[in-house]
């Protein structure tokens, strides 16, 4: 079966440290995003990594956030430090080749 599976989520203080995961069974993961939701908002893009390596940030959380790859291991990161009580959302990684999504991990910054 087809998956992406993400972990990591949980309940910080702001100032805190969280990192993600999210691992793709059965298939090989190519340019992988990350995307989050807080509620009642659009669901909007943090982050991506590419087959090559190359990063992109959505302003709001560079400098703070890092994304990460292992592709021997099919399974990529992002590392969040610094949160914020804005940071909280439900995320969400993204493989873009194939279009498949996980079913999001809740980051509930707060103290």
């Known amino acids: 079966q087809v998956q992406l599976v993400e972990s990591g989520g949980g309940l910080v203080q702001p100032g805190g440290s969280l990192r993600l995961s999210c691992a793709a069974y059965?298939?090989?993961?190519?340019?992988m995003r990350w995307y989050r939701q807080a509620p009642e908002k659009q669901r909007e893009w943090v982050a991506e990594?590419?087959?090559?390596?190359?990063?992109f940030y959505t302003d709001s959380v560079s400098g703070r956030f890092t994304i990460s790859r292992d592709n021997a291991e099919n399974t990529v990161y992002l590392q969040m430090n610094d949160l914020k009580p804005e940071d909280t959302a439900v995320y969400y990684c993204?493989?873009?080749?194939?279009?498949?999504w996980g079913q999001g991990t809740q980051v509930t910054v707060s103290s």
């Open positions: 990594i590419t087959n090559g390596g190359h990063i």
């Open positions: 059965n298939f090989n993961i190519h340019l």
């Open positions: 993204y493989e873009a080749h194939w279009g498949y």
